[in-house]
């Protein structure tokens, strides 16, 4: 069992940034992939960006390429995105999730923090 909590959402002006934490239980997290999603009013949910359990491959929606980070510090179990450059359409609850390498379905899930760009 992995838990998943998020923090680190808020109200922030556009083009500034924000840096999200999600700090997971359990000892195997280091074994796990682990990725941000974000669910905009109205619409679906929307894969952001994953990182590979070793942290050394990344990958990232179009939508946010070149201004979000994605990052690991497997000693710490938490999991980073840092937001720069915010827009408007970033507004949303971020998600983040965990699954193992070996299956495509995330099974954990945090339960979101809000993320607010203010134009």
């Known amino acids: 069992q992995v838990q998943l909590v998020e923090s680190g959402g808020g109200l922030v002006q556009a083009g500034g940034s924000l840096r999200l934490s999600c700090a997971a239980s359990?000892?195997?997290?280091?074994?796990?992939?682990m990725a941000w999603f974000r669910q905009a009013p109205g619409k679906e949910r929307e894969f952001v960006a994953i990182i590979t359990s070793s942290g050394l491959i990344t990958s990232y929606a179009d939508s946010v390429k070149g201004r979000f980070t994605i990052s690991r510090d497997n000693a710490k179990n938490t999991v980073y995105l840092q937001m720069n450059s915010l827009k408007p359409e970033d507004t949303a609850v971020y998600y983040c999730a965990a699954r193992l390498p070996v299956v495509a379905r995330y099974n954990y899930w945090g339960q979101g923090t809000q993320v607010t760009v203010s134009s």
């Open positions: 359990g000892r195997t997290f280091s074994s796990y992939v």
